[in-house]
């Protein structure tokens, strides 16, 4: 069984990425500049930002952090974004969600230049990924296609299960996976709230990608022998023999599941790691864009 | 078994739609207003552009025709995209497909306002197809979930198979079909050239979406009793027995499939007709929201 390690993948494609920075700044090129918005001080998004920030500066990046307030109008914040497309330093921008109820998110979408939409969220960007043109691709489904890429897991005519149909997550991995190209070329069925007997197909699957977010969902009954497993769930279950007080579970029983499997993502160090790695890959492009 | 008869409900819609216009002439409204781009001859696209020019007359909307010459260079074409994008009387107009060679379809795609963009091709429609917000839809999918829901097919928790990933079709069938609304809920399996055991996985399916482009390919020993199938299939078939020397052939085996089939869609008078249909449903839409 091969643990397909997103802590050291993800380590491995950062120092890819300081090493192309450091050849930008002794050709005496722009240094890649990425922007965070974060609204208000909920706890988790405050951790995600700090988080991407770090990491920014640990490979050489430049980055900013826009701490704006909880009470912020949508007018305010619609021209805060008006002045990052703006910013010329600027190669992209990420706002954190969720934002305050008092602001249409869509709204706020929309109004950020496809071109700084690292995070790929724009449906310009969406669609051009669709249709298969250059597009920035949403962090956490190309760190899943990057993690398939780097250990070689043949996708093309294989059979993949993808549970969950968010726009960040099921929806464009569904889209990715069904693609041509490597990671590619599978057959994609997308599973949802509404499908009936979904262990059915799971049991089908050679790969199945679950982002649902139902701790432990997917038990070993549930799947064949040999199957590939992408676990994108990330939940806080309470565990008061923890430190913490809880404990973090993906969407998979790990340990049942990983008995059968030929390889499988572990949560935490799976494709969670992976993600801001990809948001960083995302900001380079950008900035070589604009070479 | 339920004849899913496009013919019958694309006159039907033509007819809500004429009297749409009606009331908006009689309410002193904009009419809607469409134009079709044609650079060449092709004989196809003639018929195609010529058959939607005449059914913009016939429901009461005003429609251009611009014939463009085979040896138009792609800055020419550009300019004319302009300035049909700045023509306030224009709701909406689509370039027929294919360009000549010495055009890059891309770049002209690209070009279109796709606020006038009622075939719904790009990207910026389509990523917001995809992301559930409000978006033309391309056509032919749009006919689809038009015909189903006109029809009362339930989709909902459903296993549907589409076979074919082309961006005007597959792709945006297999979304649509997958999201949540009317003819929406259904699991959803995207198969193509490079999916291995297809027999096994149409065995299974409620509703199959054929858009492979290959004749009679689904026979009667690849679906279940009481499949639900549409053909979006159209090939000219040789057939010398035929007056103009062809007949139309669907991607179906339609006698052997219908005998099992609960639903279908014939081929012609199927999906065809609901496509230019929903084509003017678009303009009518782009002219209500200048409204």
């Given amino acids: 069984m091969i643990l397909l390690n997103g802590k ?53 990046f430049q980055s900013t952090l826009i701490h704006l307030e909880e009470t912020i109008s949508e007018m305010e914040l619609l021209q805060q974004i008006d002045q990052l497309n703006q910013d010329e330093s600027l190669d992209g921008y990420i706002v954190q969600l969720p934002l305050p109820k008092h602001i249409n998110e869509e709204k706020i979408l929309l109004a950020i230049d496809p071109n700084k939409d690292v995070d790929g969220f724009h449906p310009s960007n969406f669609g051009r ?7 920035f691709i949403p962090a956490t489904p190309f760190g899943i296609i990057e993690m398939l890429e780097r250990y070689q897991i043949e996708t093309s005519g294989k059979h993949c299960v993808v549970v969950g149909r968010s726009h960040i997550v099921g929806r464009p991995i569904s889209i990715l996976m069904s693609q041509k190209g490597t990671a590619g070329n599978a057959t994609v069925t997308l599973a949802h709230s509404r499908t009936k007997d979904l262990k059915a197909l799971t049991l089908q ?14 038990k070993a009954d549930m799947v064949k022998e040999g199957v590939v ?30 008995a059968k499997a030929s390889a499988i993502t572990p949560v935490p160090g799976g494709v969670g790691p992976m993600t801001i790695a990809m948001l960083l890959k995302n900001t380079l492009l950008a900035c070589e864009r604009r070479d």
């Fill in 229 to 258: 497993v992408i676990d994108v769930g990330i939940t806080r279950v309470t565990d008061t023999s923890h430190p913490k007080g809880y404990v973090i579970r993906g969407d998979v029983d790990f340990d049942g599941v990983a």
């Fill in 205 to 218: 699957a050679d790969i199945i990608v679950m982002a649902l977010g139902i701790p432990e969902f997917l």
């Fill in 8 to 60: 050291s993948t993800s380590e491995a494609l950062k120092n890819e990425l300081k090493e192309k920075v450091d050849q930008r700044r002794a050709a005496g090129k722009k240094i890649p500049h990425l922007a965070a918005v974060l609204v208000g001080n909920d706890g988790a998004s405050l951790t995600y930002v700090g988080s991407k920030v770090r990491s920014c500066e640990k490979i050489g």
């Fill in 129 to 135: 990924m669709a249709l298969e043109m250059d597009a």
